[in-house]
């Protein structure tokens, strides 16, 4: 017994100095690996369970910025069982490691830049503890300079690539704005602000929003918008800009939208009554010409120009009623521009904007249910589409915020305009005049509040979980629609993507295929209950001898994985019983 005690302890002294030894070694061994490297130091107070599900991704294009919108321990704790971004640093600079940075986390929600959807599959997301309408502390932004400096090194992304949530996050149509829209978050928006990407030690910033000039997406925030593509009002010792100083006052070149600009609101619908006997041939509407053949994805776009037969003109982004196309109508490609100004190339996003169709180009074109027009509008500013001063934008948006009271619905503010996404939240609490108290959650007719409602939005950044699946009759497909209709629903849920075999379309009755498959004949069979999932592959059937881990790996578990069953049935992969995965059971996952 005495014996058996004695060797223990010996053994157990032992031990103990070996384990001094090791760790000595071990910390000599980090020293010179961080002197090696400079690598930032992080904590694993809130790293995430998540980890082992989460694929690892196949391609690092860009940095997204979040701010948590609550306190350290409250926003550490949601991120760390959501796993919802890489890195987390709080206001005294403090870096917490959440999900591998090699791996995918959910940060992004719905997302798209310059017509890629689904941003979490290409992005590493750093939430920033704080709120979108402040900020970050000094240390906040050494330690976020430290963090990005050593990201921006290890995947080579350039400054105009790091963007903030807001930049990214997109809407799908809702009952406010009826086409797929930016403005969806505010989050981490002071972070596109000259100023402060400097102390961030970003040099550059994408000078317009490469969706919205495309026609993929509409602005639903005019002022959110001049914010985060706000200027430096003169071009300061900003050093390595590679671009002509962009003085808000001297735009490159002249205004080119003058095309549209003087198009009256009054004339909006496209409905010339005149449609009698179509001129036909190539670029001309006509029963077998869509505008969508004609101008396939740019037939939204603020460049495609459309002569009605009567004479009046109107770019792609300046219409709304796609049915009430007449026959006759001559479709041109780029035919909106001016001549002078050469079609921005790939490097339109960090050009300094031919101050192009952006942000003026929605105000027509959303039929807006008479709850949110924006002050800014009544600015008569000289040309409206020119980029704003960081200080101007500022203004602007602080203006608009205190015009409108925070957080009180009325004529002039929705529940959207307060709680954008989260409007219909469980967690976003509605206080009616009367007194009486509901949940976003539970109300279901929008048009029913009343002025006077009072709003309060729930902590966090919520609206990471994995982008939500969408079908088309979210985008607005309806059964017998036109072609362009059910293609511009395409091109709002997925992006450029849409025809690409990473985004998958699932049909009611279970049956599915490729978007590299479409044709004709699929087109046709489309439903309004078809879902899109974009970025997704599809693998499969799981079998005994084929099991989920086999076809996606540890991600088989996972809430953005989905099982696609016989009968039409999809089950998430956080939600499946692994003993009664019927069989032909298919696998929709991201890689
Ligand atoms: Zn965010």
Redesign the pocket.
């Known amino acids: 017994m005495t014996a058996a005690g004695t060797r223990t302890l010996a053994a157990r002294a032992c031990g103990a100095m070996a384990r001094r030894v090791l760790r000595a070694a071990v910390l000599v061994l980090i020293a010179s690996a961080c002197a090696l490297q400079a690598a930032v130091s992080v904590l694993d107070t809130y790293y995430s369970p998540k980890n082992k599900e989460r694929p690892v991704r196949s391609s690092t294009r860009f940095i997204?910025l979040?701010?948590t919108e609550g306190t350290l321990r409250g926003s550490g704790a949601k991120l760390q069982k959501n796993g919802e971004a890489h890195y987390m640093v709080d206001t005294a600079g403090r870096i917490y490691r959440i999900i591998d940075r090699k791996r995918v986390a959910y940060?992004?929600g719905r997302s798209m830049w310059n017509g890629l959807s689904s941003l979490d599959n290409y992005s590493v997301g750093i939430?920033v503890v704080g709120f979108h309408d402040k900020d970050p502390t000094a240390a906040q932004c050494t330690a976020l300079k430290n963090l990005l400096d050593e990201l921006k090194k290890a995947y080579k992304i350039p400054d105009n690539k790091v963007l903030t949530?807001?930049m990214v996050?997109y809407g799908a149509p809702n009952q406010w704005h009826k086409r797929s829209h930016r403005g969806r978050?505010r989050?981490?928006m002071r972070m596109a602000l000259p100023s402060v990407r400097r102390k961030l030690g970003l040099a550059s910033k994408p000078a317009i929003d490469p969706d919205v000039k495309a026609g993929r997406l509409v602005v639903a925030d005019k002022e959110l918008q001049q914010l985060l593509y706000s200027v430096e009002k003169k071009a300061a010792p900003k050093t390595p800009a590679p671009k002509p100083a962009s003085g808000k006052k001297t735009p490159a070149a002249p205004p080119p939208s003058s095309t549209k600009k003087p198009q009256p609101a009054t004339t909006t619908p496209a409905k010339p009554p005149s449609a009698k006997p179509p001129a036909t041939g190539p670029g001309v509407v006509g029963p077998k010409h869509s505008p969508w053949d004609i101008a396939k994805t740019a037939y939204n776009a603020s460049t495609t120009l459309y002569e009605f037969p009567d004479g009046t003109k109107k770019t792609g982004a300046e219409i709304t009623n796609w049915k009430a196309i007449p026959a006759g109508t001559k479709v041109t490609v780029g035919g909106a521009e001016t001549p002078s100004a050469p079609p921005a190339p790939p490097a339109a996003e960090t050009a300094p904007a031919a101050p192009s169709a952006t942000a003026a180009a929605p105000a027509p074109a959303q039929p807006v249910p008479a709850v949110s027009p924006v002050a800014g509008e009544r600015e008569p500013a000289s040309d409206p589409d020119a980029p704003v001063s960081e200080e101007e934008a500022t203004a602007r948006y602080a203006a608009k915020e205190a015009e409108l009271g925070s957080l009180v619905i009325g004529p002039k503010r929705s529940a959207w305009d307060i709680a954008r996404d989260a409007y219909n939240a469980p967690t976003t609490i509605y206080e009616f005049p009367s007194g009486i108290k509901k949940t976003g959650a539970e109300i279901t007719n929008w048009r029913a509040i009343p002025a006077g409602t009072r709003v309060t939005v729930g902590e966090a950044?919520d609206?990471?979980e994995p982008e939500p699946v969408s079908t088309l009759g979210d985008a607005g497909f309806s059964k017998g629609a036109f072609g362009e209709v059910a293609n511009a629903a395409l091109a709002a849920l997925a992006g450029a993507e849409w025809n690409s075999a990473r985004t998958i379309y699932v049909q009611p009755d279970g049956t599915y295929f490729r978007g590299d498959e479409l044709d004709a004949a699929k087109l046709g069979a489309l439903s309004p209950e078809t879902k899109v999932f974009s970025g997704y592959k599809v693998g499969g059937p799981v079998t005994a001898t084929n099991p989920a881990f086999n076809i996606c790996g540890p991600s088989w578990r996972d809430e953005g994985t989905h099982f696609l069953l016989p009968g039409g049935e999809i089950v998430t992969g956080d939600k499946i019983d692994a003993t009664k995965i019927p069989p032909r059971t298919m696998v929709l996952y991201k890689d």
């Open positions: 997204i979040h701010t940060h992004c939430e949530h807001s996050a978050k989050c981490a950044d609206g990471n």
